[in-house]
């Protein structure tokens, strides 16, 4: 890099030169603009990456939405109900054995003195996730999936 590359704030490499172009400042907007825009392009871009198409596309693995420990699984006939537990919060779904056309499921789970909540609907493979606030307090879960289904008594107590 020659001297007078340094001294205008350009950098050169392989007889190309970079920079050295006009600032936000020298053009009257706002000091360092230019800069902070670049610097936060590439992770914008890798972030909307991963949210419209990360390497888990294609995937025929069921992933989790609940967070926290795999705290029961309950099997029955055509599938499974899966309850999750976390310090605050206890989350239930449930699976099909076998992804196939649109039927019938449903999850609820309940914090003890809590309302219930569920998901219902027509799914090819899972039911919720369904979340609640259960810290300190047991909690009970049922699922429903093409007239077989499996609950759970009070239980993470």
Known sequence: MSKKAVESGKAEIAGLSFGG???AAATGGAKGFGRAARSL???????????LGGPAV????????CTGRLAKTVPFK???LHIYKSRSYACAMAVAKESG???SMSVTIQARGGSPVTD????TKQAGPVTVHALNRCVR?????????????????
Do not use: F, M, N
């Open 141 to 157: 879960a049922s699922a429903r999936i093409s007239g077989a289904s499996a609950a759970t008594g009070w239980i993470l107590c």
């Open 120 to 123: 219902r609907g027509k799914y």
């Open 41 to 51: 392009a590439l992770p914008v871009a890798l972030a909307v990456g991963l949210v």
């Open 21 to 23: 172009g006009k600032t």
């Open 78 to 80: 055509t599938g499974k």
């Open 101 to 103: 056309p649109r039927r």
């Open 58 to 65: 294609g995937s025929a693995d069921a992933v989790s939405a």
